[in-house]
């Protein structure tokens, strides 16, 4: 009986320690799983304020692409509007260019009429061949074409009515 005896304490002891052991290594699982689920909750958290910021990242940048195209349609705006001041300041000068083309070529007709002058203009008050000749050397000095105020035109004009009135004097 003694020995059933120590057989049964060595049973209880060995169940006990078996117990000990598996209680140890039950904490240590449990000790695992508790430090590897802080882990988990700290890569969620961290995962958590990373999608957060990411979010606000994303949200500036959209904001920044809205103002950016808020940006670029007031430059487009601008430029379109500038376009059709240069069209129609373009116009504008093409319409005084053609004004002022036209005034040219008038003023540059009335100044060919101008020099252009009747011969009988230069005689007016000459009543006898002696103030006709006189007269007529003074013209020529005055409006020869060698002369500043020269002109072959109102030569030719002078000469005619020099000889138109010498012949009429003769007659």
């Known amino acids: 009986m003694d020995q ?3 057989t049964e304490d060595n049973r209880q002891k060995a169940f006990s320690e078996w117990c000990f052991n598996e209680t140890v290594e039950i904490a240590r699982n449990k000790q695992a799983l508790e ?5 988990l909750e700290e890569a969620r958290k961290q995962l958590d304020r990373d999608r957060e910021d990411l979010t606000r ?3 500036w940048e959209e904001q920044r692409m809205k103002r950016e195209k808020e940006l670029f349609d007031m430059k ?8 059709q001041k240069l069209a129609s300041d373009k116009e504008r000068f093409r319409q005084q260019k053609a004004f002022y083309d036209r005034v ?18 230069f005689f007016i008050g000459v009543e006898n061949r002696a103030s006709l000749k006189k007269r007529y050397k003074d013209l020529i000095k005055i409006y020869h074409p060698d002369n500043a105020a020269g002109d072959t035109s109102t030569i030719q004009e002078i000469n005619n009515e020099y000889h138109k009135l010498s012949n009429a004097m003769e007659a």
Request: proline residues 0%; charged residues 45%.
């Open 4 to 6: 059933v005896q120590i």
């Open 35 to 39: 430090s590897e689920r802080k882990e």
């Open 57 to 59: 990242r994303v949200q």
């Open 76 to 83: 487009l705006r601008i430029l379109e509007e500038e376009l």
């Open 104 to 121: 040219n070529e008038f003023e540059s007709k009335s100044k060919e009429q101008e020099n252009v002058v009747r011969g009988d203009m």
